[in-house]
């Protein structure tokens, strides 16, 4: 005789709905937009554990919170594919900035990661974390995962481990290639992570010691994420001039690795490749018709944000920070260094080329706080002000303060970006840490994507433009990233599924937040759920925790 158990969210998807039901959360007079891609449809929704336990129409059921719903969308909670909130999750958990625009997942660990952790990185990293008044007390992915869960977060995160963390641990930031021993001891690192929930391996191959990895080198360490069920993640190597053999390289690891690969922030970067989106897509869709698992996101700006160094070419890096700084000091590296900016056949991503001038560079964030008059401010502000060229301007700052800028560079165009959002495998990335207009996070002049990414995509490209229908923009927010990052529990309005919900208007939803006032909170989230739980009532942060830590299959 066949014997069966069902579990509680089981047995309320099959009892009858005329029948009377008791939920601990009720979202009534809906209309779901589950994430497929398909229209909307009317339901309520039953939420039990955390988990949706009923859809349909439940007239009798009861609730001890019950939400309205009449007139509104109810979606699955967006999944950033790419934020950086990983140190400022601990300075505001609540993470306004992020669930205001309806995020409720992120993904984080651009080629540096969190983990893991030695003596080296840590002395390194001191000032950072000194800006934000933490300590690095933790070594390890399970280490830092456990200090998330014993103080409670805002939204789900997980994490990738960097090929460039692994590289720092074991080499530093020397310009060289691994010994076999070191290869084998970075390895064993990756394969440490992925055991402690990693999610894959990435890489951020513009920044130093980053491009000093060969592919070889890549390809070593995405095998280790496949054997756990990992995907590799990158910022390419180029995004400009040489885009194309930076996505040849990205589908090599894909293919020797035998691991999916994804494309973080797609971009054809550069006035001079303004009107390579077609060329850079037909080169993506020619590697999925050959058998490469490759995909890619996008934050929909025409600027993109990063650390200013990153316009010093990688040989200045050699050695770290600190003899960057000594390069920048001596007059005749500089004037090397100089030479090669304005060398416009550059066989490295080289930043200074691909700008209309220094107008298009913003500053956004600093550390020194003798220099914060100058966040939002342009380059050439900057070099008028200090009565120098750009060039000695950007490397006076630099120096001033300690590599640690960051800026916005505005160097896309739009058709470009439009198009690349359009593509069927693009998901969504935020791509920029969790902030908050309150506190010391809000000291800080972050990229307005912080504050409005996917509310923009909403409202520009969705209701305004018509680039995107609602529907597809919800795929793109939820079940396609979610389908990416093999999370079986997410990322669909669908019985069994945790319950990470948006509520909304598609008509008031909009963004706000600006270059020159990015510290603007999004608008028109009614509310957003995590798992189960309202971080978000009637537009307004109940300070509620009930974000996890999302493991990968290694765990």
């Avoid at 513009?206 to 000093?212: D, I, M, N, R, S």
């Avoid at 080289?350 to 939002?376: D, K």
């Avoid at 909009?510 to 957003?528: H, I, R, W, Y």
């Amino acid at each position: 005789m066949l014997r069966f158990r069902l579990t509680a969210v089981a047995l309320a998807i099959c009892i009858n709905s005329a029948h009377a039901q008791n939920f601990d959360l009720l979202i009534r007079n809906g209309h779901v937009i589950d994430g497929t891609g398909s229209p909307w449809y009317g339901a309520d929704i039953g939420i039990t554990k955390g988990h949706i336990a009923a859809i349909g129409h439940l007239p009798n059921a009861t609730a001890a919170t019950v939400l309205d719903a009449r007139n509104r969308v109810v979606a699955p909670g967006f999944i950033d594919m790419l934020g950086q909130s990983e140190m400022t999750i601990l300075v505001d958990p609540r993470l306004p900035s992020k669930i205001f625009q309806g995020i409720t997942t992120e993904i984080t660990g651009e080629g540096n990661t969190v983990a893991p952790v030695n003596d080296r990185i840590r002395g390194e990293g001191r000032s950072a974390f000194a800006h934000y008044g933490l300590t690095e007390d933790w070594s390890t992915f399970r280490e830092y995962f456990a200090r998330l869960e014993r103080q409670g977060m805002g939204i789900n995160l997980g994490s990738y481990v960097g090929a460039t963390q692994v590289r720092e641990f074991v080499i530093g930031d020397e310009d060289r290639a691994p010994t076999p021993a070191e290869l084998e001891q970075m390895q064993g690192l990756v394969r440490q992570a992925m055991q402690d929930g990693a999610l894959g391996v990435s890489t951020a191959l513009q920044y130093a010691p980053a491009p000093y990895a060969k592919t070889s080198e890549l390809i070593a360490l995405a095998q280790q994420a496949r054997q756990f069920g990992g995907i590799y993640a990158t910022h390419m190597r180029n995004e400009g001039d040489h885009v194309l053999d930076a996505l040849d390289e990205a589908f090599r690891i894909g293919r020797e690795a035998q691991i999916p690969v994804e494309i973080w922030h797609l971009k054809a970067a550069g006035v001079k490749n303004f009107g390579r989106m077609p060329q850079i897509v037909d080169r993506i869709n020619a590697a999925r018709r050959s058998g490469v698992d490759v995909a890619a996101d996008t934050y929909a700006y025409t600027a993109w944000f990063n650390t200013f160094s990153a316009f010093i070419p990688p040989w200045a890096h050699d050695g770290g920070d600190a003899k960057l700084i000594e390069r920048l000091k001596d007059p005749a590296t500089r004037a090397r260094i100089r030479h090669d900016l304005e060398d416009k056949k550059a066989d490295w991503d080289n930043e200074w080329q691909e700008i209309h001038g220094p107008e298009a560079i913003l500053i956004g964030v600093v550390q020194n706080p003798e220099l914060l008059p100058l966040e939002g401010k342009r380059l050439s502000e900057i070099a008028t002000l200090w009565n120098e060229s750009a060039f000695d301007a950007m490397c006076d700052l630099l120096i001033r303060d300690h590599a640690a800028t960051e800026v916005a560079v505005f160097g896309m165009s739009e058709p470009d970006v439009v198009l690349a959002l359009q593509q069927p495998w693009v998901s969504i990335d935020n791509d920029s840490q969790g902030t908050s207009t309150e506190g010391l996070l809000a000291a800080e002049h972050p990229h307005p994507r912080a504050y409005g990414t996917f509310p923009r995509i909403l409202r520009k490209y969705v209701r305004e433009e018509g680039k995107l229908t609602l529907e597809d923009a919800i795929r793109k927010f939820s079940a396609l990233p979610a389908g990416r990052l093999r999370l079986n529990d997410r990322g669909l309005v669908k019985a069994g599924m945790w319950a990470d919900l948006v509520i909304f208007d598609p008509d008031r939803v909009t963004d706000v937040a600006t270059f020159e006032k990015p510290n603007q909170l999004s608008q028109g989230m009614d509310c957003v759920l995590v798992n189960g739980v309202p971080v978000i009532v009637e537009g307004k942060m109940t300070g509620k925790l009930p974000g996890k830590v999302i493991r990968g299959p290694g765990f």
